[in-house]
C-alpha cells in the first residue's frame, strides 16, 4: 500500500479528486457535507491498474484548519497538489507547498483541476514557478482525464522508495474513537515498520497491547509500512488516545523536550525575525506542539517543546509562528546539555556549525557521542543515530567517545598512583562513571593498571615516573613483543637499574639474566606461542617463533624452564608444559 495526502487551496477540488478516484466520501462529519468543505482529515482508497493500493488523506484546504492539514501531511511520503484551473495559484496552495517543501516531502504530482472550467495553462503556469512535479491535467466532475491521472498515481507509487519493514515503530495517532465491544481503536499513517496483533508498544509512555489492526478496512494480523493503519488496543480508555500522541515501539525512542535544530531557511534569520519567532508552533507527524525558541548561532535554534514528543535526530518538522511564514527545521540533537554557563550558548553553536546550513549533513553517531561523552548504545540508537558502525571503547552496552576515554584514563592513572589499590567502585563514583566495568575496561586498556580483587592495581603504588618508563617500553614493544632494549636503549627509556628493580619487585617488568628485560607477562604470552607450535622445539625455533635474538631467547627460554612452563627433552629440544 502507498499512502497520499492532497493538497492545495480550499475549494479546489481535493475532495472532489479523491472521491472521482476511490468512489469513497473523504468527507466524514456532516457538517464537511453540509458546508461542502472539508474541515479535518479524510481517508479514501482505491486499487491501481499495477494491483498496488493506494490510500488518500484529504486534508481541508482551509486556513483555519492548518493545523489539521498539516497532522495529514506530516508523515506520509507523497503529495497529490490540487490547483483549480479557474481559480490558480492562491494563499493556500503556497502555504500548503511551503509546508511540504519544510518537511521534505520530495515526490507528488501536480494536478490540475477543473479544467472543464477553464483552459489549464495559466495556472499551470503559476504553478510552475513552484511546483517541479509531473503534470496531469483533469476535471474531477466530468471525468475528463482520470485515467491519465491514475496511471500518473500508478508510476508515482512504483517509484516511491520502500521504507525499512524492520524500523522501530512511531505511528503518529491522527484518530481515536471507540467502536462498540471492540474498545479504543486509533488511526494513522505508518511510515515505517510493521505492526502485529499482539505487540506490546507505548502510548504515552505508558505499556499497551495490540488487540487487532485493520488496514483499508480489512482485518490483518500484520501491517507493514507504508500504510494506513487502524489500532484496536487492549485496556485503553477513549480518552486517553488522541490526535498528535504516538505508538512506539518500548525502548526504540526518547521522549524530547528540549531539541537543538537548525532552521532551513534560506539563509540566517534577521534579529528581529527571530524575535518573532520565540513563541511558535511545532510540527511533526500529525502533532502540533507549542514551543520556544532560543536562537543559537546562524541558522541554528535551541526549541523547548511544551510536552515531549519522541524526536530522532535528523526528523524534519516545521515551525509556524503567526502570521509568519513557515519554517522547515531538521533536528540536530535531542539530548542538548543545558545552557547554564555564560557563553555556553556559543560553545553550542559552534559545534552546531558544521550541520547548520540547509543542505549540511545530519550529525552522525560519533559526533552525538563526542557531544556527550558517553551514551548507552541502545539510547544512541533511539536518538536516531546508528551505532553499528562506531569505533569506540566500549564495556557494559556503554560507548564511550575517544577523547574522553584518553582524559578518562589520563585520570585513572593518577588516581591510582595517588591511592594505590583504590577499589574499582571508589575510582567509578570519583571519575563519576556509569558502570564498574567501564573502570574495568578503562584500567585494562592502561598498562601498567590492572584490576585485581576488586582493586586497581597501580604497580604497587610506583612513582609516576617508574610507571612512565613502564608504559615507553611496553610502545617500544608494541610491534615485536621480545625484542628486548639493548642496554643503552634502557637507560634512554628512563629504565634505569633503580627503576626496573623497582618495577619488577611491583611485579611490572621481567628481569632475565643478562640485562634482558621485558613486560611482566611476556613469559606467559612466549610459552603460549611455543605452544601453537605443537612440536618439541630448539633454541633457534623458539628465537623465529618469538621473532628475537639468541641474546633474548637463551635467558627467556632458563626462566621458562624454572617456572616450569617448559621442559626439556634433552640438551637440544624443549617442549611447553602441559597446563
Ligand atoms: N465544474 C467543476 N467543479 C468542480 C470540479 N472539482 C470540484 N468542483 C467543485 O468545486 C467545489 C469544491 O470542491 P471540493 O472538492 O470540495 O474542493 P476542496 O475544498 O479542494 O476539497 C465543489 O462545489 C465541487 O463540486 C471540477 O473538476 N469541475
Ligand atoms: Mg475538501
Given at each position: 500500500m502507498q499512502v497520499i495526502a492532497t493538497a492545495g487551496h480550499v475549494d479546489h477540488g481535493k475532495s472532489t479528486l479523491v472521491r472521482a478516484l476511490t468512489g469513497m466520501e473523504p468527507d466524514r462529519w456532516a457538517e464537511e457535507r453540509r458546508r461542502g468543505m472539508t474541515i479535518d482529515l479524510g481517508f479514501a482508497w482505491t486499487t491501481l491498474a499495477s494491483g498496488r493500493r493506494v490510500a488518500f488523506v484529504d486534508v481541508p484546504g482551509h486556513a483555519r484548519f492548518v493545523t489539521n492539514m498539516l497532522a495529514g501531511l506530516?508523515?506520509?511520503?507523497a503529495v497529490m497538489f490540487v490547483l483549480a484551473a479557474d481559480q490558480g495559484w492562491q494563499a493556500q496552495s503556497q502555504e500548503h507547498w511551503e509546508a511540504i517543501r519544510a518537511l521534505g516531502v520530495e515526490h507528488g504530482l501536480l494536478v490540475v483541476t477543473r479544467c472543464d472550467l477553464m483552459e489549464p495553462g495559466p495556472a499551470l503556469a503559476e504553478a510552475r514557478e513552484h511546483v517541479g512535479w509531473p503534470v496531469v491535467t483533469v476535471s474531477g466532475s466530468t471525468g475528463q482525464g482520470l485515467d491519465l491521472l491514475r496511471a500518473a498515481l500508478d508510476r508515482l507509487t512504483g517509484a516511491l522508495p520502500a521504507p525499512d519493514a524492520a524500523a522501530p515503530v512511531r505511528l503518529w495517532i491522527d484518530r481515536a474513537f471507540t467502536i462498540k465491544g471492540a474498545g479504543t481503536v486509533v488511526t494513522g499513517t505508518l511510515p515505517a515498520g510493521t505492526l502485529r496483533a499482539g505487540d506490546r508498544l507505548l502510548l504515552a509512555g505508558e505499556p499497551v497491547r495490540v488487540r487487532g489492526l485493520q488496514a483499508l478496512g480489512e482485518p490483518s494480523p500484520q501491517v507493514t509500512a507504508t500504510a494506513r493503519v487502524a489500532v484496536n488496543l487492549r485496556g485503553v480508555g477513549r480518552d486517553q488516545a488522541a490526535r498528535g500522541m504516538t505508538l512506539l515501539t518500548p525502548d526504540a525512542w526518547l521522549p524530547t523536550g528540549i531539541a537543538d535544530v537548525r532552521l532551513d531557511t534560506a539563509g540566517p534569520m534577521a534579529a528581529d525575525q527571530e524575535r518573532a519567532w520565540r513563541e511558535a508552533m511545532l510540527h511533526i507527524g500529525s502533532a502540533s506542539v507549542a514551543v520556544r525558541m532560543r536562537p543559537l548561532g546562524a541558522g541554528t535554534a535551541r526549541l523547548t517543546l511544551a510536552r515531549p514528543l519522541p524526536l530522532r535526530v535528523g526528523d524534519r518538522a516545521l515551525l509556524r509562528g503567526s502570521g509568519r511564514p513557515i519554517v522547515g527545521v531538521r533536528v540536530l540533537d535531542v539530548r542538548p546539555a543545558p545552557l547554564r554557563r555564560t557563553g555556553a550558548a556559543r560553545t553550542r553553536a559552534a559545534e552546531l556549525a558544521p550541520f547548520a546550513a540547509p543542505g549540511d549533513p545530519v550529525p552522525d553517531a560519533a559526533t552525538v557521542l563526542r557531544w556527550r561523552g558517553m551514551a548507552q548504545r541502545a539510547e544512541l540508537a533511539a536518538m536516531g543515530c546508528d551505532p553499528a558502525a562506531l569505533a569506540a571503547p566500549a564495556a557494559d552496552g556503554w560507548l564511550v567517545d575517544p577523547g574522553t576515554w584518553a582524559e578518562l584514563s589520563d585520570r585513572l592513572a593518577a588516581l591510582a598512583a595517588a591511592q594505590p589499590g583504590i577499589p574499582v567502585d571508589a575510582a567509578r563514583t570519583a571519575l563519576a562513571l556509569p558502570t564498574r566495568g567501564l573502570v574495568e575496561a578503562l584500567a585494562g586498556s592502561r598498562p601498567p593498571l590492572s584490576v585485581a580483587d576488586g582493586r586497581i592495581d597501580a604497580?604497587?603504588?610506583?612513582?609516576e615516573p617508574v610507571l612512565a618508563a613502564v608504559g615507553r617500553l611496553r610502545a617500544e614493544l608494541?610491534?615485536?613483543?621480545?625484542r628486548a632494549p639493548e642496554a643503552a636503549r634502557l637507560t634512554e627509556l628512563g629504565l634505569t637499574a633503580r627503576v626496573v628493580g623497582a618495577a619488577a619487585r611491583a611485579g611490572l617488568l621481567l628481569r632475565l639474566a643478562g640485562g634482558v628485560v621485558l613486560p611482566a607477562g611476556a613469559d606467559t604470552a612466549a610459552a603460549r606461542r611455543l605452544a601453537e607450535l605443537g612440536r618439541p622445539f630448539t633454541a633457534a625455533d623458539a628465537r623465529t617463533a618469538l621473532g628475537t635474538t639468541r641474546r633474548v631467547v637463551i635467558p627467556l627460554l632458563e626462566h621458562l624452564d624454572a617456572r616450569g612452563l617448559t621442559r626439556r627433552l634433552d640438551d637440544r629440544l624443549r617442549v611447553v608444559a602441559a597446563p
Open positions: 506530516g508523515p506520509v511520503p604497580g604497587g603504588g610506583l612513582p608494541a610491534a615485536a613483543p621480545y
